[in-house]
Protein backbone atom coordinates (compact mmCIF):
# COMPACT_ATOMS: atom_id res chain seq x y z
CA UNK A 1 0.00 0.00 0.00
CA UNK A 2 1.26 3.62 -0.30
CA UNK A 3 1.29 6.26 1.57
CA UNK A 4 -1.48 8.90 0.25
CA UNK A 5 -5.14 8.62 1.31
CA UNK A 6 -6.85 5.69 -0.67
CA UNK A 7 -10.70 7.83 -1.58
CA UNK A 8 -8.57 10.82 -2.82
CA UNK A 9 -7.36 11.63 -6.35
CA UNK A 10 -3.45 10.96 -6.36
CA UNK A 11 -3.07 14.36 -8.20
CA UNK A 12 -5.32 17.31 -8.56
CA UNK A 13 -3.96 20.14 -10.29
CA UNK A 14 -6.32 23.38 -10.60
CA UNK A 15 -5.56 26.14 -12.87
CA UNK A 16 -2.39 25.94 -12.86
CA UNK A 17 0.43 28.76 -14.82
CA UNK A 18 3.46 29.15 -14.76
CA UNK A 19 5.19 32.24 -16.04
CA UNK A 20 9.17 32.81 -16.64
CA UNK A 21 10.71 35.95 -16.80
CA UNK A 22 8.58 39.25 -17.06
CA UNK A 23 7.75 41.92 -19.71
CA UNK A 24 9.58 41.28 -23.35
CA UNK A 25 11.26 38.41 -21.96
CA UNK A 26 8.27 36.64 -20.58
CA UNK A 27 7.58 33.15 -21.23
CA UNK A 28 4.20 31.37 -20.06
CA UNK A 29 5.28 27.90 -19.72
CA UNK A 30 1.83 26.55 -18.21
CA UNK A 31 -1.26 27.76 -19.35
CA UNK A 32 -4.18 27.23 -17.08
CA UNK A 33 -3.43 23.54 -16.74
CA UNK A 34 -6.40 21.68 -14.78
CA UNK A 35 -5.64 17.43 -14.07
CA UNK A 36 -6.30 14.52 -12.00
CA UNK A 37 -4.82 11.16 -12.05
CA UNK A 38 -6.37 8.45 -9.36
CA UNK A 39 -4.33 5.98 -7.45
CA UNK A 40 -3.23 3.17 -9.09
CA UNK A 41 -3.36 4.90 -13.13
CA UNK A 42 -0.50 5.38 -15.12
CA UNK A 43 -0.60 8.08 -17.34
CA UNK A 44 1.80 9.00 -20.38
CA UNK A 45 1.84 12.76 -20.40
CA UNK A 46 3.21 13.78 -24.41
CA UNK A 47 4.08 16.66 -26.15
CA UNK A 48 6.71 18.87 -28.10
CA UNK A 49 10.02 20.33 -26.35
CA UNK A 50 8.91 23.20 -24.46
CA UNK A 51 5.54 22.33 -24.62
CA UNK A 52 5.45 22.75 -20.97
CA UNK A 53 5.94 18.61 -19.70
CA UNK A 54 8.79 18.89 -17.43
CA UNK A 55 7.51 22.65 -15.28
CA UNK A 56 4.38 20.56 -15.32
CA UNK A 57 5.96 17.18 -13.61
CA UNK A 58 8.45 19.75 -11.50
CA UNK A 59 5.63 21.55 -10.29
CA UNK A 60 3.64 18.53 -9.21
CA UNK A 61 6.81 16.75 -8.20
CA UNK A 62 6.96 19.99 -5.46
CA UNK A 63 10.49 21.49 -7.37
CA UNK A 64 9.39 24.44 -9.14
CA UNK A 65 6.30 25.59 -8.26
CA UNK A 66 3.69 27.20 -10.06
CA UNK A 67 2.89 31.24 -10.63
CA UNK A 68 -0.97 30.47 -9.78
CA UNK A 69 -3.45 27.42 -9.25
CA UNK A 70 -3.46 25.07 -6.63
CA UNK A 71 -2.10 21.15 -6.26
CA UNK A 72 -3.45 18.72 -4.27
CA UNK A 73 -1.84 15.32 -3.55
CA UNK A 74 -3.63 12.89 -1.80
CA UNK A 75 -5.95 14.59 -1.04
CA UNK A 76 -3.57 17.46 0.88
CA UNK A 77 -3.14 20.51 -0.57
CA UNK A 78 0.39 21.74 -0.97
CA UNK A 79 0.70 24.46 -3.24
CA UNK A 80 -1.40 27.29 -3.29
CA UNK A 81 0.19 29.29 -6.22
CA UNK A 82 3.96 29.84 -5.47
CA UNK A 83 2.95 29.37 -1.72
CA UNK A 84 3.77 25.89 0.63
CA UNK A 85 0.95 24.64 2.19
CA UNK A 86 3.43 21.79 3.88
CA UNK A 87 6.99 21.27 4.74
CA UNK A 88 7.83 20.66 0.57
CA UNK A 89 11.15 18.28 1.58
CA UNK A 90 9.30 16.18 4.01
CA UNK A 91 6.19 15.92 1.90
CA UNK A 92 8.63 14.61 -1.20
CA UNK A 93 10.39 12.03 1.14
CA UNK A 94 7.26 10.89 2.58
CA UNK A 95 5.02 10.56 -0.87
CA UNK A 96 6.79 10.95 -3.68
CA UNK A 97 8.96 9.63 -5.83
CA UNK A 98 11.07 10.48 -8.47
CA UNK A 99 13.02 9.07 -11.73
CA UNK A 100 14.53 10.78 -14.20
CA UNK A 101 16.15 10.39 -18.21
CA UNK A 102 19.22 10.14 -16.33
CA UNK A 103 19.63 7.51 -13.31
CA UNK A 104 21.02 10.27 -10.87
CA UNK A 105 22.39 7.63 -8.43
CA UNK A 106 24.59 9.15 -6.10
CA UNK A 107 28.19 8.21 -7.40
CA UNK A 108 29.66 7.16 -4.34
CA UNK A 109 26.83 5.01 -2.41
CA UNK A 110 26.72 1.53 -4.08
CA UNK A 111 23.44 0.51 -5.95
CA UNK A 112 21.94 -0.89 -2.19
CA UNK A 113 22.71 2.00 -0.54
CA UNK A 114 21.58 4.47 -3.22
CA UNK A 115 18.00 2.80 -2.22
CA UNK A 116 19.07 2.38 1.75
CA UNK A 117 19.25 6.20 1.72
CA UNK A 118 16.33 7.59 0.83
CA UNK A 119 14.49 5.06 3.33
CA UNK A 120 17.12 6.24 5.97
CA UNK A 121 16.57 9.94 5.36
CA UNK A 122 12.68 9.06 5.81
CA UNK A 123 13.80 7.62 9.18
CA UNK A 124 13.38 4.22 8.23
CA UNK A 125 15.89 2.52 10.68
CA UNK A 126 19.28 0.92 8.79
CA UNK A 127 18.56 -2.31 9.30
CA UNK A 128 14.87 -2.28 8.14
CA UNK A 129 16.02 -0.02 4.70
CA UNK A 130 18.72 -2.50 3.80
CA UNK A 131 16.30 -5.21 4.18
CA UNK A 132 14.01 -3.37 1.73
CA UNK A 133 16.70 -1.98 -0.34
CA UNK A 134 17.75 -5.72 -1.24
CA UNK A 135 14.04 -6.66 -1.78
CA UNK A 136 13.38 -3.65 -3.74
CA UNK A 137 16.38 -4.47 -6.14
CA UNK A 138 15.59 -8.19 -6.32
CA UNK A 139 11.93 -7.35 -7.40
CA UNK A 140 13.47 -4.94 -10.03
CA UNK A 141 15.87 -7.84 -11.18
CA UNK A 142 19.36 -6.07 -10.51
CA UNK A 143 19.52 -7.83 -7.04
CA UNK A 144 22.86 -9.27 -8.05
CA UNK A 145 24.59 -6.26 -8.70
CA UNK A 146 23.82 -4.49 -4.98
CA UNK A 147 27.31 -4.31 -4.42
CA UNK A 148 27.94 -2.24 -7.26
CA UNK A 149 29.04 1.13 -7.67
CA UNK A 150 27.07 3.32 -10.41
CA UNK A 151 29.50 3.68 -12.82
CA UNK A 152 30.20 -0.43 -12.55
CA UNK A 153 26.30 -0.81 -13.89
CA UNK A 154 24.69 -0.40 -17.48
CA UNK A 155 22.57 2.30 -18.37
CA UNK A 156 19.39 -0.03 -17.90
CA UNK A 157 20.77 -1.45 -14.49
CA UNK A 158 21.37 2.39 -12.86
CA UNK A 159 17.41 3.24 -14.00
CA UNK A 160 16.24 0.49 -12.32
CA UNK A 161 18.02 0.94 -9.68
CA UNK A 162 16.51 4.77 -9.72
CA UNK A 163 12.85 2.91 -9.94
CA UNK A 164 13.88 1.13 -6.57
CA UNK A 165 15.05 4.27 -5.52
CA UNK A 166 11.70 5.96 -6.01
CA UNK A 167 9.76 3.23 -4.45
CA UNK A 168 12.19 2.35 -1.68
CA UNK A 169 9.36 5.05 0.63
CA UNK A 170 6.48 3.08 -1.07
CA UNK A 171 5.25 6.57 -2.25
CA UNK A 172 1.76 7.35 -3.59
CA UNK A 173 3.03 9.23 -6.65
CA UNK A 174 5.81 8.47 -9.08
CA UNK A 175 6.84 11.13 -11.43
CA UNK A 176 9.14 9.89 -14.08
CA UNK A 177 10.65 12.15 -16.54
CA UNK A 178 11.27 10.84 -19.68
CA UNK A 179 12.76 8.19 -18.43
CA UNK A 180 13.48 5.37 -21.12
CA UNK A 181 15.07 8.34 -22.77
CA UNK A 182 18.62 6.48 -22.36
CA UNK A 183 17.33 2.98 -23.06
CA UNK A 184 17.18 0.54 -25.79
CA UNK A 185 13.60 -0.30 -26.65
CA UNK A 186 13.52 -3.26 -25.19
CA UNK A 187 15.06 -2.02 -21.81
CA UNK A 188 12.65 0.91 -22.36
CA UNK A 189 9.04 -0.85 -22.12
CA UNK A 190 10.66 -2.97 -19.40
CA UNK A 191 10.84 0.15 -17.16
CA UNK A 192 7.01 1.32 -18.05
CA UNK A 193 5.86 -2.10 -17.85
CA UNK A 194 7.58 -2.11 -14.16
CA UNK A 195 5.63 1.63 -13.81
CA UNK A 196 2.54 -0.23 -14.33
CA UNK A 197 3.07 -3.25 -12.43
CA UNK A 198 4.23 -1.01 -9.43
CA UNK A 199 1.04 0.92 -10.03
CA UNK A 200 -1.52 -1.95 -9.98
CA UNK A 201 0.18 -3.98 -6.94
CA UNK A 202 1.23 -1.03 -5.09
CA UNK A 203 -2.09 1.55 -6.20
CA UNK A 204 0.70 4.43 -6.60
CA UNK A 205 -0.33 6.89 -9.01
CA UNK A 206 2.27 6.86 -12.12
CA UNK A 207 3.23 10.16 -14.31
CA UNK A 208 5.48 9.46 -16.96
CA UNK A 209 6.94 11.89 -19.41
CA UNK A 210 7.62 10.40 -22.39
CA UNK A 211 8.57 10.44 -25.62
CA UNK A 212 8.51 7.41 -26.70
CA UNK A 213 5.92 6.00 -28.33
CA UNK A 214 6.42 1.81 -28.30
CA UNK A 215 5.03 1.59 -25.05
CA UNK A 216 2.16 4.22 -24.82
CA UNK A 217 -0.32 0.46 -24.73
CA UNK A 218 0.84 0.39 -20.94
CA UNK A 219 -0.71 3.69 -20.07
CA UNK A 220 -3.90 4.03 -19.02
CA UNK A 221 -4.35 7.53 -20.24
CA UNK A 222 -1.95 9.81 -22.42
CA UNK A 223 -2.44 13.24 -22.00
CA UNK A 224 -0.62 15.77 -24.44
CA UNK A 225 0.69 18.94 -24.17
CA UNK A 226 1.23 21.39 -26.80
CA UNK A 227 2.09 25.52 -25.64
CA UNK A 228 1.44 25.22 -22.41
CA UNK A 229 -1.87 23.56 -22.75
CA UNK A 230 -2.76 20.45 -21.32
CA UNK A 231 -5.53 17.98 -23.15
CA UNK A 232 -6.10 14.41 -23.25
CA UNK A 233 -5.90 11.75 -26.03
CA UNK A 234 -6.62 8.30 -27.24
CA UNK A 235 -2.95 6.63 -27.34
CA UNK A 236 -3.97 5.76 -30.97
CA UNK A 237 -4.63 9.57 -31.73
CA UNK A 238 -1.08 9.98 -30.94
CA UNK A 239 1.40 9.15 -33.93
CA UNK A 240 5.50 9.46 -33.96
CA UNK A 241 5.46 12.30 -36.82
CA UNK A 242 3.96 14.58 -34.05
CA UNK A 243 6.74 14.13 -31.59
CA UNK A 244 9.86 15.58 -30.86
CA UNK B 1 24.53 5.19 6.78
CA UNK B 2 27.13 7.56 7.09
CA UNK B 3 27.48 9.44 3.60
CA UNK B 4 30.79 11.77 4.60
CA UNK B 5 33.36 8.13 5.05
CA UNK B 6 31.84 6.86 2.06
CA UNK B 7 32.40 10.08 -0.32
CA UNK B 8 35.50 10.01 1.14
CA UNK B 9 36.37 6.58 0.23
CA UNK B 10 35.37 7.45 -3.36
CA UNK B 11 37.39 10.38 -3.41
CA UNK B 12 40.33 9.31 -1.14
CA UNK B 13 43.28 10.33 -2.84
CA UNK B 14 42.46 14.30 -2.75
CA UNK B 15 41.13 13.37 0.98
CA UNK B 16 44.27 11.85 2.06
CA UNK B 17 46.61 13.83 0.45
CA UNK B 18 44.63 17.20 1.74
CA UNK B 19 44.79 15.13 5.55
CA UNK B 20 49.02 14.52 5.29
CA UNK B 21 49.62 18.23 4.53
CA UNK B 22 47.50 19.58 7.27
CA UNK B 23 48.74 16.89 9.38
CA UNK B 24 52.05 18.49 8.54
CA UNK B 25 51.52 21.67 8.95
CA UNK B 26 49.33 20.61 12.88
CA UNK B 27 52.72 18.53 13.53
CA UNK B 28 54.55 22.18 13.18
CA UNK B 29 51.86 23.82 15.15
CA UNK B 30 52.27 21.19 18.04
CA UNK B 31 56.04 21.58 17.48
CA UNK B 32 56.23 25.53 18.00
CA UNK B 33 53.98 24.96 21.40
CA UNK B 34 56.67 22.54 22.32
CA UNK B 35 59.74 24.54 21.44
CA UNK B 36 58.00 27.31 23.55
CA UNK B 37 57.62 24.99 26.39
CA UNK B 38 61.29 23.74 25.75
CA UNK B 39 62.37 27.19 26.30
CA UNK B 40 60.52 27.95 29.28
CA UNK B 41 62.21 24.42 30.56
CA UNK B 42 65.67 25.30 29.44
CA UNK B 43 65.52 28.60 31.01
CA UNK B 44 64.44 28.08 34.38
CA UNK B 45 66.19 24.15 34.63
CA UNK B 46 69.30 25.52 35.72
CA UNK B 47 67.71 27.98 38.70
CA UNK B 48 65.36 25.05 39.50
CA UNK B 49 68.89 22.40 39.50
CA UNK B 50 70.83 24.87 42.24
CA UNK B 51 68.17 24.59 44.39
CA UNK B 52 69.08 28.10 45.30
CA UNK B 53 66.23 30.46 47.82
CA UNK B 54 67.98 33.62 46.94
CA UNK B 55 70.34 34.84 44.34
CA UNK B 56 72.37 37.49 44.91
CA UNK B 57 74.08 39.36 41.82
CA UNK B 58 75.74 43.01 40.71
CA UNK B 59 73.44 46.29 42.19
CA UNK B 60 70.48 47.18 39.94
CA UNK B 61 71.25 44.29 37.12
CA UNK B 62 68.91 41.62 36.39
CA UNK B 63 71.79 38.89 36.54
CA UNK B 64 73.65 36.40 36.17
CA UNK B 65 71.75 34.73 33.30
CA UNK B 66 69.11 37.78 31.79
CA UNK B 67 72.24 39.94 32.01
CA UNK B 68 75.77 40.36 32.88
CA UNK B 69 76.58 40.45 36.84
CA UNK B 70 80.17 41.03 38.57
CA UNK B 71 80.14 40.51 42.53
CA UNK B 72 83.52 39.94 44.43
CA UNK B 73 83.77 36.68 45.39
CA UNK B 74 83.98 37.96 49.20
CA UNK B 75 80.36 38.35 48.90
CA UNK B 76 80.03 35.31 49.46
CA UNK B 77 81.33 35.28 53.19
CA UNK B 78 79.55 38.74 53.88
CA UNK B 79 76.17 37.02 52.68
CA UNK B 80 77.05 33.60 55.08
CA UNK B 81 76.92 35.74 58.05
CA UNK B 82 73.71 36.57 57.38
CA UNK B 83 71.02 35.31 60.09
CA UNK B 84 68.61 32.37 58.79
CA UNK B 85 71.12 31.68 55.79
CA UNK B 86 72.11 27.76 55.80
CA UNK B 87 75.12 28.16 53.33
CA UNK B 88 76.02 30.47 51.05
CA UNK B 89 77.88 29.74 47.82
CA UNK B 90 79.88 31.54 44.74
CA UNK B 91 78.50 31.18 41.02
CA UNK B 92 80.29 31.34 37.85
CA UNK B 93 78.56 31.44 34.81
CA UNK B 94 79.05 32.40 31.39
CA UNK B 95 78.62 31.26 27.83
CA UNK B 96 81.91 29.99 25.63
CA UNK B 97 82.38 29.03 22.34
CA UNK B 98 85.88 27.65 21.52
CA UNK B 99 86.70 24.82 18.58
CA UNK B 100 86.94 21.27 19.53
CA UNK B 101 87.90 18.21 16.82
CA UNK B 102 87.02 20.83 13.95
CA UNK B 103 83.98 21.75 15.16
CA UNK B 104 82.55 24.53 16.94
CA UNK B 105 81.69 23.64 20.48
CA UNK B 106 79.48 25.94 22.51
CA UNK B 107 79.38 25.59 26.01
CA UNK B 108 77.88 27.58 28.87
CA UNK B 109 80.32 26.85 32.18
CA UNK B 110 79.32 26.68 35.37
CA UNK B 111 81.45 27.25 38.34
CA UNK B 112 80.93 25.47 41.54
CA UNK B 113 82.21 26.67 44.95
CA UNK B 114 84.50 23.32 45.57
CA UNK B 115 85.15 21.88 48.18
CA UNK B 116 81.64 22.26 49.81
CA UNK B 117 79.97 21.94 46.27
CA UNK B 118 81.81 19.11 44.61
CA UNK B 119 78.49 18.98 41.74
CA UNK B 120 76.97 16.34 43.80
CA UNK B 121 73.12 17.27 43.21
CA UNK B 122 73.56 17.46 39.64
CA UNK B 123 71.99 14.28 38.03
CA UNK B 124 74.55 12.68 36.26
CA UNK B 125 74.10 9.31 33.67
CA UNK B 126 77.57 8.16 33.71
CA UNK B 127 80.54 8.76 35.20
CA UNK B 128 81.15 10.78 38.85
CA UNK B 129 80.69 13.88 40.49
CA UNK B 130 83.96 16.34 40.36
CA UNK B 131 87.04 15.08 42.42
CA UNK B 132 89.60 17.37 42.65
CA UNK B 133 89.96 21.21 42.72
CA UNK B 134 91.32 21.31 39.07
CA UNK B 135 91.18 20.27 35.75
CA UNK B 136 87.87 18.27 35.69
CA UNK B 137 84.85 18.87 34.64
CA UNK B 138 81.48 17.31 33.93
CA UNK B 139 79.21 17.80 30.69
CA UNK B 140 75.97 17.45 29.15
CA UNK B 141 75.79 14.71 26.79
CA UNK B 142 74.36 17.28 23.81
CA UNK B 143 77.88 18.89 24.13
CA UNK B 144 79.03 15.65 22.26
CA UNK B 145 81.95 15.01 24.31
CA UNK B 146 82.72 11.59 26.10
CA UNK B 147 83.42 9.95 29.26
CA UNK B 148 87.05 10.32 29.86
CA UNK B 149 87.32 12.87 26.46
CA UNK B 150 90.23 15.90 27.47
CA UNK B 151 89.26 18.82 25.89
CA UNK B 152 91.63 22.39 25.95
CA UNK B 153 90.54 25.16 27.31
CA UNK B 154 92.69 28.26 28.06
CA UNK B 155 95.97 27.02 28.96
CA UNK B 156 94.93 23.86 30.67
CA UNK B 157 93.27 20.76 29.63
CA UNK B 158 90.41 19.26 31.62
CA UNK B 159 88.88 15.45 31.62
CA UNK B 160 85.26 14.83 31.71
CA UNK B 161 84.48 13.03 34.54
CA UNK B 162 80.39 13.05 34.41
CA UNK B 163 77.85 13.44 31.88
CA UNK B 164 74.33 14.58 32.49
CA UNK B 165 71.31 14.80 29.62
CA UNK B 166 68.83 17.54 29.35
CA UNK B 167 71.20 19.85 31.15
CA UNK B 168 70.82 23.38 29.35
CA UNK B 169 71.48 26.76 30.04
CA UNK B 170 68.74 29.72 28.85
CA UNK B 171 70.01 29.72 25.54
CA UNK B 172 69.92 25.89 25.04
CA UNK B 173 73.70 25.33 24.98
CA UNK B 174 74.86 22.12 26.93
CA UNK B 175 76.35 22.88 30.54
CA UNK B 176 79.67 22.23 31.69
CA UNK B 177 80.73 22.16 35.42
CA UNK B 178 83.75 23.33 36.56
CA UNK B 179 85.06 24.16 40.01
CA UNK B 180 84.79 27.83 40.57
CA UNK B 181 88.55 28.70 40.27
CA UNK B 182 88.79 27.02 37.26
CA UNK B 183 85.59 28.36 35.63
CA UNK B 184 87.03 31.61 35.84
CA UNK B 185 90.41 30.63 34.89
CA UNK B 186 88.83 30.01 31.14
CA UNK B 187 86.93 33.44 31.50
CA UNK B 188 89.48 35.34 31.97
CA UNK B 189 92.02 33.21 30.47
CA UNK B 190 94.51 35.95 28.36
CA UNK B 191 97.13 35.24 25.97
CA UNK B 192 101.04 35.49 27.45
CA UNK B 193 102.24 38.18 25.20
CA UNK B 194 98.85 40.33 26.62
CA UNK B 195 99.53 39.21 29.99
CA UNK B 196 103.38 40.61 29.53
CA UNK B 197 102.16 43.67 27.36
CA UNK B 198 99.73 44.22 30.80
CA UNK B 199 102.68 44.04 32.73
CA UNK B 200 105.12 46.38 31.23
CA UNK B 201 102.04 48.84 30.73
CA UNK B 202 101.51 48.93 34.54
CA UNK B 203 105.19 49.24 35.05
CA UNK B 204 104.96 52.43 32.42
CA UNK B 205 102.50 53.62 34.38
CA UNK B 206 103.87 53.31 38.07
CA UNK B 207 107.37 54.62 36.77
CA UNK B 208 105.54 57.86 35.70
CA UNK B 209 104.08 58.83 39.19
CA UNK B 210 106.30 59.69 41.45
CA UNK B 211 104.85 57.24 43.81
CA UNK B 212 106.89 54.77 41.29
CA UNK B 213 110.28 57.14 41.24
CA UNK B 214 110.74 57.55 45.28
CA UNK B 215 109.81 53.39 45.41
CA UNK B 216 111.59 50.93 43.33
CA UNK B 217 110.26 48.18 44.48
CA UNK B 218 106.88 49.08 43.90
CA UNK B 219 107.91 48.99 39.86
CA UNK B 220 108.72 45.27 40.34
CA UNK B 221 105.10 44.37 42.16
CA UNK B 222 103.67 46.44 39.50
CA UNK B 223 104.80 44.19 36.87
CA UNK B 224 104.70 40.74 38.85
CA UNK B 225 101.18 38.60 39.58
CA UNK B 226 98.02 40.42 39.42
CA UNK B 227 97.52 38.69 42.82
CA UNK B 228 100.21 39.90 44.43
CA UNK B 229 98.73 43.66 43.99
CA UNK B 230 96.14 44.49 46.54
CA UNK B 231 95.34 47.76 44.73
CA UNK B 232 93.87 45.48 42.04
CA UNK B 233 90.22 43.72 42.45
CA UNK B 234 89.99 40.34 43.79
CA UNK B 235 88.27 37.57 40.94
CA UNK B 236 85.07 38.79 40.70
CA UNK B 237 82.04 35.86 40.13
CA UNK B 238 78.60 36.03 38.82
CA UNK B 239 76.24 35.82 42.03
CA UNK B 240 76.30 34.33 45.11
CA UNK B 241 73.22 32.04 46.02
CA UNK B 242 71.81 31.27 49.44
CA UNK B 243 69.83 28.54 50.93
CA UNK B 244 67.85 29.44 54.23
CA UNK B 245 67.00 27.55 57.09
CA UNK B 246 64.02 25.96 57.52
CA UNK B 247 60.81 28.29 58.46
CA UNK B 248 62.95 31.26 57.64
CA UNK B 249 61.51 33.88 55.73
CA UNK B 250 62.57 34.69 52.05
CA UNK B 251 61.61 38.28 52.01
CA UNK B 252 62.84 38.93 55.72
CA UNK B 253 66.66 38.04 54.11
CA UNK B 254 66.25 40.02 50.83
CA UNK B 255 65.18 42.95 52.70
CA UNK B 256 67.93 42.78 54.64
CA UNK B 257 70.47 41.93 52.17
CA UNK B 258 68.90 44.65 49.74
CA UNK B 259 70.28 47.43 52.24
CA UNK B 260 73.44 46.53 51.16
CA UNK B 261 73.81 49.30 48.22
CA UNK B 262 76.16 47.41 46.20
CA UNK B 263 74.38 44.34 45.48
CA UNK B 264 70.12 43.20 44.57
CA UNK B 265 68.30 40.36 46.13
CA UNK B 266 66.20 38.38 44.15
CA UNK B 267 64.28 35.13 45.39
CA UNK B 268 63.66 31.99 43.14
CA UNK B 269 60.53 32.88 41.95
CA UNK B 270 61.39 36.45 40.76
CA UNK B 271 64.57 34.99 39.14
CA UNK B 272 62.47 32.57 36.84
CA UNK B 273 60.31 35.85 36.15
CA UNK B 274 63.31 37.64 34.73
CA UNK B 275 64.76 34.87 32.61
CA UNK B 276 60.65 34.13 31.31
CA UNK B 277 59.69 38.03 31.04
CA UNK B 278 62.78 38.96 29.72
CA UNK B 279 64.27 36.12 27.24
CA UNK B 280 61.54 34.35 26.36
CA UNK B 281 59.04 36.52 26.40
CA UNK B 282 59.82 37.40 22.79
CA UNK B 283 60.16 34.13 21.41
CA UNK B 284 56.88 33.03 22.77
CA UNK B 285 55.25 36.16 20.95
CA UNK B 286 57.21 35.06 17.76
CA UNK B 287 56.24 31.27 17.74
CA UNK B 288 52.98 32.58 18.73
CA UNK B 289 52.80 35.14 16.11
CA UNK B 290 53.63 31.71 13.31
CA UNK B 291 51.21 29.48 15.20
CA UNK B 292 48.66 31.88 14.14
CA UNK B 293 49.33 31.62 10.95
CA UNK B 294 49.90 28.34 10.85
CA UNK B 295 46.46 27.47 11.96
CA UNK B 296 45.06 30.22 9.23
CA UNK B 297 46.78 28.84 6.55
CA UNK B 298 45.54 25.36 7.56
CA UNK B 299 42.24 26.53 7.92
CA UNK B 300 41.83 28.25 4.27
CA UNK B 301 43.34 24.90 2.81
CA UNK B 302 40.54 23.30 4.52
CA UNK B 303 37.52 25.27 3.49
CA UNK B 304 39.36 25.17 -0.12
CA UNK B 305 39.44 21.24 -0.66
CA UNK B 306 36.23 20.89 1.70
CA UNK B 307 34.31 23.33 -0.99
CA UNK B 308 35.92 21.65 -4.05
CA UNK B 309 34.72 18.58 -2.31
CA UNK B 310 31.19 20.14 -1.74
CA UNK B 311 31.32 21.45 -5.45
CA UNK B 312 31.79 18.07 -6.84
CA UNK B 313 28.74 17.04 -5.04
CA UNK B 314 26.33 19.74 -5.96
CA UNK B 315 24.53 17.25 -7.72
CA UNK B 316 24.32 14.94 -5.22
CA UNK B 317 23.10 17.13 -2.97
CA UNK B 318 20.57 18.24 -4.96
CA UNK B 319 19.28 15.25 -5.46
CA UNK B 320 19.29 14.59 -1.83
CA UNK B 321 17.39 17.41 -1.49
CA UNK B 322 14.86 16.01 -4.11
CA UNK B 323 14.14 13.22 -2.02
CA UNK B 324 13.40 15.06 0.78
CA UNK B 325 17.09 14.79 2.46
CA UNK B 326 16.79 17.55 5.50
CA UNK B 327 19.65 19.72 5.82
CA UNK B 328 21.40 18.04 9.15
CA UNK B 329 21.90 15.33 6.37
CA UNK B 330 23.51 17.72 4.01
CA UNK B 331 25.05 19.48 6.85
CA UNK B 332 26.54 16.60 8.45
CA UNK B 333 27.95 15.08 5.33
CA UNK B 334 30.11 18.16 5.05
CA UNK B 335 30.79 18.78 8.41
CA UNK B 336 31.87 15.11 9.21
CA UNK B 337 34.16 15.26 6.56
CA UNK B 338 35.71 18.31 7.82
CA UNK B 339 36.09 16.89 11.47
CA UNK B 340 37.23 13.53 10.15
CA UNK B 341 39.94 15.76 8.09
CA UNK B 342 40.69 17.36 11.25
CA UNK B 343 40.75 14.44 13.80
CA UNK B 344 43.19 12.27 11.17
CA UNK B 345 45.41 15.33 10.46
CA UNK B 346 45.64 15.76 14.16
CA UNK B 347 46.39 12.30 15.11
CA UNK B 348 48.84 12.17 11.98
CA UNK B 349 50.27 15.31 13.63
CA UNK B 350 51.14 13.64 16.87
CA UNK B 351 52.34 10.64 15.35
CA UNK B 352 54.48 12.41 13.77
CA UNK B 353 55.74 14.22 15.99
CA UNK B 354 57.20 11.60 18.16
CA UNK B 355 59.25 10.80 15.67
CA UNK B 356 60.38 14.11 14.36
CA UNK B 357 60.35 16.31 17.93
CA UNK B 358 63.16 14.06 19.80
CA UNK B 359 65.64 15.14 16.44
CA UNK B 360 65.06 18.71 17.02
CA UNK B 361 68.40 20.74 17.77
CA UNK B 362 65.89 22.85 20.89
CA UNK B 363 64.21 20.60 23.39
CA UNK B 364 60.76 19.98 22.50
CA UNK B 365 58.55 19.35 25.10
CA UNK B 366 54.63 18.32 24.22
CA UNK B 367 52.21 18.62 26.94
CA UNK B 368 49.15 17.34 27.89
CA UNK B 369 47.31 20.50 28.30
CA UNK B 370 49.04 21.84 25.13
CA UNK B 371 47.60 19.13 23.05
CA UNK B 372 43.92 19.53 24.42
CA UNK B 373 43.97 22.87 23.50
CA UNK B 374 45.27 22.02 19.72
CA UNK B 375 42.60 20.11 19.90
CA UNK B 376 40.31 22.45 20.64
CA UNK B 377 41.53 24.91 17.98
CA UNK B 378 41.72 21.81 15.06
CA UNK B 379 37.46 21.45 16.19
CA UNK B 380 36.95 24.88 15.48
CA UNK B 381 38.96 25.11 12.70
CA UNK B 382 37.34 22.14 11.32
CA UNK B 383 33.96 24.09 11.86
CA UNK B 384 35.09 27.25 10.24
CA UNK B 385 36.31 25.55 7.07
CA UNK B 386 33.58 23.76 6.67
CA UNK B 387 31.06 26.51 6.50
CA UNK B 388 32.15 27.96 2.97
CA UNK B 389 30.82 24.39 1.92
CA UNK B 390 28.04 24.01 3.76
CA UNK B 391 26.56 27.73 2.71
CA UNK B 392 27.10 26.77 -0.99
CA UNK B 393 25.32 23.72 0.15
CA UNK B 394 22.02 25.00 1.61
CA UNK B 395 21.82 27.26 -1.28
CA UNK B 396 21.39 24.35 -3.80
CA UNK B 397 17.67 24.00 -5.19
CA UNK B 398 16.43 20.65 -5.64
CA UNK B 399 15.71 21.13 -9.16
CA UNK B 400 19.86 21.05 -10.56
CA UNK B 401 18.83 17.51 -10.61
CA UNK B 402 16.91 18.44 -14.11
CA UNK B 403 20.01 20.47 -15.55
CA UNK B 404 21.77 17.13 -15.62
Known amino acids: ?244 | MNLAVRDIRHHSGRFVLTTVGIGLLLMIVMGMGGIYRGLIHEAILLVDRIDADIWIVQGRTRGPFAETSRIPVSLEDRARAVPGVAWSRRLVSHTIQREHRGRPLRMVVQGLAWPDDNGSWIPLVAGRPLGQAHFEMTADRSLGLALGEQLTLGKDRYTVVGLTRGLVGTGGDGLAFFTASDALAIQFDVPGDARRLERAARRERVASQDLGQVLPLLLDRASGPENDIPALTPPQVSAVVLKLRPGVDTNDVIKTISAWPDVTAYSTDQQKQLLLGGMVDRSRRQLGMFRVLLIIISTIIMALILYTLTLDKLHDIAMLKLIGARNGVIVGLILQQALLMGALGYGLAWWLGQYAFPRFPRLVIIEAPDLLMLGGIVLAISVLASLLGIAKAMRVEPNKVLAG
Do not use: C, W
Request: charged share 25%; aromatic share 4%.
Open chain 1, 1 to 244: MNSLAADRPAILAESLTKTYGSGNTEVIALRDVTLKVQRGEVVALLGPSGAGKSTLLTAIGLINPPTSGRIHIGGHLVLDGPHPAVDLRAFRRKHLGFVFQRANLIPFLSALENVQVAMEINDVTPRAAKQRARELLEYLGVGDRASHLPEELSGGQQQRVAVARALANEPGLILADEPTAALDSHRGRQVMELFAKVSRERQAAVLVVTHDHRALDVFDRTLEMEDGRLRESAPSSITPATQH
